[in-house]
Nanobody
Framework: QVQVAESGGGLVQAGGSLRLSCTAS????????MGWFRQAPGKEREGVSC????????YYTDSVKGRFTISRDNAKNTLYLQMNSLKPEDTAMYYC????????????????????WGQGTQVTVSS
């Protein structure tokens, strides 16, 4: 049984930093592209960043480029999202997801590309 779990969210002032972590079990982690998504109240879930199985390829949505960094430690089955220079508009529930629908070299960007999801971790950025 595949399980995905996020941690590291919290309340931070604008300009601050947070690091989200996501652990996955029940799968061959290195074979799965992984992604971070977020959903604010009243809005659709959007892709934030994704990374290929061995970490060679990454993708960032335009609004987080230069501020967020995605990485993974395949030995620990863990995905990370380092978030710097946070803005109030980054406030959302952040979700981690694993995709088994594409090759490990892929960076799928849509929520529908992902099968396994965590419960989410709340990030709130105050102005």
């Amino acid at each position: 049984q595949v399980q995905v779990a996020e941690s590291g969210g919290g309340l931070v002032q604008a300009g601050g930093s947070l690091r989200l972590s996501c652990t996955a079990s029940g799968l061959s982690f290195v074979d799965y592209p992984m992604g971070w998504f977020r959903q604010a109240p009243g809005k659709e879930r959007e892709g934030v960043s994704c990374i290929s199985g061995r970490g060679a390829f990454t993708y960032y949505t335009d609004s987080v480029k230069g501020r967020f960094t995605i990485s993974r430690d395949n030995a620990k089955n863990t995905l990370y999202l380092q978030m710097n220079s946070l803005k109030p508009e980054d406030t959302a529930m952040y979700y981690c997801a694993a995709s088994n629908r594409y090759t490990s070299y892929s960076t799928p960007r849509n929520p529908t590309d992902y099968e396994y999801w965590g419960q989410g971790t709340q990030v709130t950025v105050s102005s």
